[in-house]
T-cell receptor, first 114, second 115 residues
C-alpha cells in the first residue's frame, strides 16, 4: 500500500523569505500523481500544485514550485517570497493512475512571521 | 470561481442517530468524493461516485455509510447509526474528469461531533 510522509509538523519562515516543505512517499507503481494542497484557517482545501510522475520537469505555479525526485520518492514544495496569506496547513497527497483516491500526508503547519 | 459547498458546517448528534451531510459539487463535475479527517489524524478516503454509482470505497466505508445524488446538484453522505469514532471533519470533493486531467476540488468540510 502507498504511504505519504511529511516529517515536519510545523515550519516557520520570515515574510518574503523562501521555505521548503518536505514530502516523501512509498509506492511500487511507476505512474502516479502528486499534489500539494493548502488548508487555511477557513478550512477549504485548495490545490496548490500537481505533478505527473512521468514528467521529468518540475511543476511551478507562480511562487510555488516542487522538487520532484522520482528515484528518491521525494516531492518537496518550495514557496518563494513568502506572504502572510501563505500561512496554512500544507498537505502532500498521492494518487495512482489506477484509482481515484488521494492518499494524504499528515500535513505541515506553515507559520509566516511578519 | 465555482466552489464546492457543504452544509452544515458543524453538526452535533447523539450516538446512534442518523446524520446526512450535504455537498453541492461544482456544476459541470461528474466525479464526487467523500473524505474524512479525525482530529490529529491524516485525511482518509471514504468513497468515490460516478454515474450514479460507487466507483471505489475504502474499508472505512462500511454498511453504516451510504452516498446518494438525489437530484442534479446535491451529493449526500449518510451515516445510519453514528458512533463516537465517527466524530471527524468530513470533506466533499468533485472533479470534472478522471484520469490524466483529474484534479479534485474540495469543500470547506462539515465538522461532525458524536456525543
Amino acid at each position: 500500500a502507498q504511504t505519504v510522509t511529511q516529517s515536519q509538523p510545523e515550519m516557520s519562515v520570515q515574510e518574503a523569505e523562501t521555505v521548503t516543505l518536505s514530502c516523501t512517499y512509498d509506492t511500487s507503481e511507476s505512474d502516479y500523481y502528486l499534489f500539494w494542497y493548502k488548508q487555511p484557517p477557513s478550512r477549504q482545501m485548495i490545490l496548490v500544485i500537481r505533478q505527473e510522475a512521468y514528467k521529468q520537469q518540475n511543476a511551478t505555479e507562480n511562487r510555488f514550485s516542487v522538487n520532484f525526485q522520482k528515484a528518491a520518492k521525494s516531492f518537496s514544495l518550495k514557496i518563494s517570497d513568502s506572504q502572510l496569506g501563505d500561512a496554512a496547513m500544507y498537505f502532500c497527497a498521492y494518487r495512482s493512475y489506477s484509482n481515484y483516491q488521494l492518499i494524504w500526508g499528515a500535513g505541515t503547519k506553515l507559520i509566516i512571521k511578519p | 470561481e465555482p466552489e464546492v459547498t457543504q452544509t452544515p458546517s458543524h453538526q452535533v448528534t447523539q450516538m446512534g442517530q442518523e446524520v446526512i451531510l450535504r455537498c453541492v459539487p461544482i456544476s459541470n463535475h461528474l466525479y464526487f468524493y467523500w473524505y474524512r479527517q479525525i482530529l490529529g489524524q491524516k485525511v482518509e478516503f471514504l468513497v468515490s461516485f460516478y454515474n450514479n454509482e460507487i466507483s471505489e470505497k475504502s474499508e472505512i466505508f462500511d454498511d453504516q455509510f451510504s452516498v446518494e445524488r438525489p437530484d442534479g446538484s446535491n451529493f449526500t453522505l449518510k451515516i445510519r447509526s453514528t458512533k463516537l469514532e465517527d466524530s471527524a471533519m468530513y470533506f466533499c470533493a468533485s472533479s470534472e474528469l478522471a484520469g490524466n486531467q483529474e484534479t479534485q476540488y474540495f469543500g470547506p468540510g462539515t465538522r461532525l461531533l458524536v456525543l
